[in-house]
């Protein structure tokens, strides 16, 4: 969906290292989603955010940070990267008034070497 | 761990038959939705059937709800080529948080 863009689409980088995945939307939702998956599995929560100045973990965060720069944007850090981080990502958002559906981007391909 | 299971894991079949995809789920629920993910790239959005609702049509999707045995599924009916994907069932417990199933490698082969 072109109203949720990812950014870099695809990062390869090394052990230890800091990096940074940035998501941005053009649909006005207050609510934002960070994703992983893996090979031959589902998605799994990372960090949900249902406005600016609110933050929450989902099933995964370790390893993890959030920040929500503003409605329309929400980046997900990996402090020290490591191999076992190498997934897709994915950032989602959805209306708070009608929230039951979320809208994808088109993920970022991590590899952790 | 994830909450919902889906059966079978693949599915392969000829063009204009049909495809059923289950799902299972652990908790009371608030609505269960169902996405599709052609490889490699994000998830859209197909149906969404609340607890409240048995069955649910949309275009050649039908999707079954039984609470009493937390299990959901979907039927994609007059199946075409394009239809090839994988489909993800996702659990809606409480707030705006998605529980999603592993998924069904659906291939149809023309």
């Known amino acids: 969906d072109a109203d949720v863009t990812q950014t870099p689409r695809n990062r390869i980088t090394k052990t230890g290292k800091r990096i940074m995945l940035e998501c941005s939307q053009t649909k006005g939702h207050d609510r934002m989603y960070w994703y992983r998956q893996d090979p031959g599995l589902g998605l799994r929560l990372i960090y949900y955010s249902f406005d600016v100045k609110d933050i929450n973990k989902g099933e995964i965060s370790d390893g993890y940070s959030v920040s929500r720069q503003a409605q329309a944007k929400f980046s997900l850090s990996l402090e020290s990267a490591i191999p076992n981080q190498t997934a897709l990502y994915f950032c989602a958002t959805s209306d708070a008034l009608t929230s039951d559906t979320q809208y994808f981007g088109p993920g970022t391909r991590l590899t952790v070497l | ?110």
């Open chain 2, 1 to 110: 761990s994830q909450q919902g299971e889906e059966d079978p894991q693949a599915l392969s079949i000829q063009e204009g038959e049909n495809a059923t995809m289950n799902c299972s789920y652990k908790t009371s629920i608030n609505n269960l939705q169902w996405y599709r993910q052609n490889s490699g790239r994000g998830l859209v959005h197909l149906i969404l059937i609340r607890s409240n609702e048995r069955e649910k049509h949309s275009g050649r999707l039908r999707v079954t709800l039984d609470t009493s045995k937390k299990s959901s599924s979907l039927l994609i009916t007059a199946s075409r080529a394009a239809d090839t994907a994988s489909y993800f069932c996702a659990s809606e417990t409480s707030g705006s948080r998605l529980t999603f199933g592993e998924g069904t490698q659906l291939t149809v082969n023309p």
